[in-house]
């Protein structure tokens, strides 16, 4: 009885043991778009400021060594990949990942990259657009290597991530006055889902069946927010929150009505502002001991660059902490949160 009080016990446990049985993956290929919350290297390749191949990053990864992962260790695309039964994680496509590797997915994904390209153009970060040009590549590939009929099987049985956003809000639109005097938070918000829209359209015309994207998180929350908005306060800034709400509200709405354009569409909104939200307000709840600061330097601004080998007062143990940086999640933040993504992404799986 107590496994069915705990419906993801129950899931996670029935997940491995089907792999465990077949020692096969749940699906045939992981494939990962978006920013620096998904990018595993993509930006090592590339040439922008917005790297992360450099310590403190990486030092609690498997390999204990820096990767091009804005995190101490693993992503929640990483623990993903780990809870369908991939014994490797979806290599950066820029890299030079052996050919069996690439017939099970790769990772697209580059910080500072968002639904609007201009904000990518801003960074040196490759746009959303670049990426799906990046992933039509990858399909040519796999034709290549296994041929069309079980490359279609990989497309439209492979399950396919997006994560963006946050940095088209937080690098620019709300650092940008040009945009403000433009737009609206509402009518910003709107532009990027037309992006949105138009990205989902390509994928399926590419043959991919199997979509989820995540919300924005609670971007007031980030202790970088803080830091830049906040004037002195330590609380979340609520008018972020806010415009983040309303955007994940139309990205339900734009969603549904893919849903209803293409019915053999498996696409699922991924909700983390909540999952997130909820280790911030209630981190003991939860197993931390620190939701307001991060874990690298002063915990309050550092992100990329400014979280390096030097930055004086780096915790010695992120485990306690929900924030490694300014910006982005700690390895054990991203545990539960893909946690939550598995719960709520089983018909991408089914």
Same mark, same amino acid.
């Given at each position: 009885?107590?496994?069915?009080?705990?419906?993801?016990?129950?899931?996670?446990?029935?997940?491995?043991?089907?792999?465990?049985?077949?020692?096969?993956?749940?699906?045939?290929?992981?494939?990962?778009?978006?920013?620096?919350?998904?990018?595993?290297?993509?930006?090592?390749?590339?040439? @922008?400021?917005?790297?992360?191949?450099? #310590?403190?990053?990486?030092?609690?990864?498997?390999?204990?060594?820096?990767?091009?992962?804005?995190?101490?260790?693993?992503?929640? !695309?990483?623990?993903?990949?780990?809870?369908?039964? #991939?014994?490797?994680?979806?290599?950066?496509?820029?890299?030079? !990942?052996?050919? +069996?590797?690439?017939?099970? =997915?790769?990772?697209?994904?580059? !910080?500072?990259?968002?639904?609007?390209?201009? @904000?990518?153009?801003?960074?040196?970060?490759?746009?959303?657009?670049?990426?799906?040009?990046?992933?039509?590549?990858?399909?040519?590939?796999?034709?290549?290597?296994?041929?069309? &009929?079980?490359?279609?099987?990989?497309?439209?049985?492979?399950?396919?991530?997006?994560?963006?956003?946050?940095?088209?809000?937080?690098?620019?639109?709300?650092? %940008?006055? $040009?945009?403000?005097?433009? *737009?609206?938070?509402?009518?910003?918000?709107?532009?990027?889902?037309?992006?949105?829209?138009?990205?989902?359209?390509?994928? *399926?015309?590419?043959?991919?069946?199997?979509?989820?994207? @995540?919300?924005?998180?609670?971007?007031?929350?980030?202790?970088?927010?803080?830091?830049? #908005?906040?004037? =002195?306060?330590?609380?979340?800034?609520?008018?972020?929150?806010?415009?983040?709400?309303?955007?994940?509200?139309?990205?339900?709405?734009?969603?549904?009505? $893919?849903?209803?354009?293409?019915?053999?569409?498996?696409?699922?909104?991924?909700?983390?502002?909540?999952?997130?939200?909820?280790?911030?307000?209630?981190?003991?709840?939860?197993? #931390?001991?620190?939701?307001?600061?991060?874990?690298?330097? @002063?915990? +309050?601004? &550092?992100?990329?660059?400014?979280?390096?080998?030097?930055?004086?007062?780096?915790?010695?143990?992120?485990?306690?902490?929900?924030?490694?940086?300014?910006?982005?999640?700690?390895?054990?933040?991203?545990?539960?949160?893909?946690? %939550?993504?598995?719960?709520?992404?089983?018909?991408?799986?089914?």
């Amino acid at each position: 009885m107590g496994y069915f009080r705990c419906p993801l016990l129950l899931i996670l446990l029935l997940l491995c043991l089907a792999n465990i049985i077949t020692g096969v993956p749940l699906v045939p290929a992981l494939c990962i778009f978006g920013d620096s919350v998904t990018d595993v290297g993509n930006n090592n390749y590339v040439t @922008t400021l917005l790297r992360a191949n450099f #310590f403190p990053y990486g030092r609690d990864f498997v390999t204990h060594k820096p990767t091009g992962r804005f995190c101490n260790g693993k992503l929640a !695309a990483d623990y993903t990949a780990e809870y369908l039964g #991939f014994d490797t994680y979806p290599p950066p496509y820029l890299s030079p !990942a052996n050919d +069996t590797l690439l017939l099970t =997915g790769a990772n697209f994904a580059s !910080a500072g990259s968002g639904f609007y390209d201009t @904000t990518s153009h801003l960074y040196q970060a490759i746009t959303l657009s670049e990426q799906v040009s990046y992933y039509r590549e990858w399909q040519n590939q796999v034709v290549r290597i296994a041929g069309n &009929e079980r490359a279609n099987t990989i497309f439209s049985g492979g399950i396919h991530i997006l994560s963006a956003g946050s940095s088209d809000f937080l690098l620019n639109y709300y650092i %940008n006055p $040009l945009l403000n005097a433009l *737009y609206t938070p509402s009518q910003f918000s709107d532009m990027l889902l037309r992006s949105y829209s138009i990205f989902i359209q390509d994928l *399926y015309g590419l043959g991919v069946r199997r979509i989820g994207v @995540t919300t924005l998180p609670p971007i007031g929350c980030l202790p970088a927010a803080i830091t830049l #908005f906040g004037f =002195g306060s330590s609380n979340c800034i609520l008018r972020l929150n806010r415009d983040a709400m309303m955007f994940n509200n139309k990205l339900n709405t734009t969603s549904q009505k $893919l849903i209803a354009r293409y019915p053999d569409l498996k696409h699922v909104v991924f909700d983390i502002y909540q999952p997130l939200l909820d280790m911030i307000q209630q981190p003991s709840d939860n197993g #931390f001991l620190e939701s307001k600061r991060g874990c690298c330097g @002063t915990g +309050t601004i &550092e992100t990329s660059l400014l979280c390096n080998a030097m930055s004086i007062g780096t915790c010695s143990n992120a485990t306690g902490y929900v924030f490694w940086d300014g910006f982005h999640p700690s390895e054990a933040a991203n545990q539960i949160m893909s946690q %939550n993504l598995l719960r709520q992404g089983i018909n991408l799986i089914s």
